[in-house]
């Protein structure tokens, strides 16, 4: 149980255009979920935060204009780069947080997706 | 000072070791301890999760928490090769859902 799951799992794109990454709870309802991004071999920073139904809060120094946010619904979250260039290229890794269907699922708990690994050339 | 600190290593440990692997944080409004586990371009994987102090145990892993030396700790015991992958600390407020993260442990264990 717990399930969240990512597409696409990997993605290149020229610089300049707009890549839109999915996130999905596949077996529970996810109240909140969490963008993130991660560079080689190091930790993931979170990038913002959102609730269904109301605009994401960003972390300070994460352009909202850039990593657009939208949690339209208490399973799917999607994350739009727009107007990519290469230093976006990175992993970018989705959790989801609320309670559910499994037993012993709570709020604090967040399970992670397998993450998308952008590459911008 | 970062709020969570965790040894990235690398460690390297033989097959049947225990391992023990820690994170120290400066922030005592910290209520909830989790761990996670990574293997290489894969997202995180829950292992364990604790509230306040105390230890919890499941299966080969054992996860302590000692709030007063801002102190937490992941023990794994008969550790196999597939337990290689990096160990990541991440802690959170009471009420609050936002995950802190330390920088990541990267173990291997050598047959």
């Known amino acids: 149980g717990a399930v969240v799951s990512q597409h696409p799992s990997w993605v290149i794109c020229k610089s300049g255009t707009s890549v839109k990454i999915e996130c999905r709870s596949l077996d529970f309802q996810a109240t909140t979920m969490f963008w993130y991004r991660q560079f080689p071999k190091q930790s993931l920073m979170l990038m913002a935060t959102?609730?269904?139904?109301?605009?994401?809060?960003?972390e300070q120094g994460v352009e909202k204009d850039k990593f657009l946010i939208n949690h339209a619904s208490l399973t799917l979250s999607t994350l739009t780069v727009t107007s990519a260039h290469p230093e976006d290229s990175s992993f970018y890794i989705c959790?989801?947080?609320?309670?559910?269907?499994?037993?012993?699922?709570?709020?604090?708990?967040?399970?992670f997706g397998p993450g998308t690994r952008l590459t911008v050339t | 000072q970062k709020e969570v600190e965790q040894d990235p290593g690398p460690l390297s440990v033989p097959e049947g070791a225990i391992v023990s692997l820690n994170c120290t944080y400066s922030?005592?409004?910290?209520?909830?301890f989790m761990w996670y586990r990574q293997y290489s371009r894969k997202g995180p994987e829950l292992l364990m999760y604790?509230?306040?102090?105390g230890n919890k145990e499941d299966g080969r892993f054992t996860a302590q928490v000692d709030k007063s030396s801002k102190y937490i700790s992941l023990f794994i015991r008969d550790s196999q090769p597939s337990d290689s992958a990096t160990y990541l600390c991440?802690?959170?407020?009471?009420?609050?859902?936002?995950?802190?993260f330390g920088q990541g442990t990267r173990l291997t264990i050598n047959p």
């Open positions: 959790s989801a947080a609320g309670s559910g269907q499994r037993e012993g699922l709570n709020s604090y708990e967040q399970y």
């Open positions: 922030n005592s409004a910290f209520q909830y």
């Open positions: 959102s609730n269904e139904g109301s605009k994401a809060t960003y």
């Open positions: 991440a802690m959170s407020y009471q009420g609050a859902q936002k995950l802190v």
């Open positions: 604790t509230y306040s102090s």
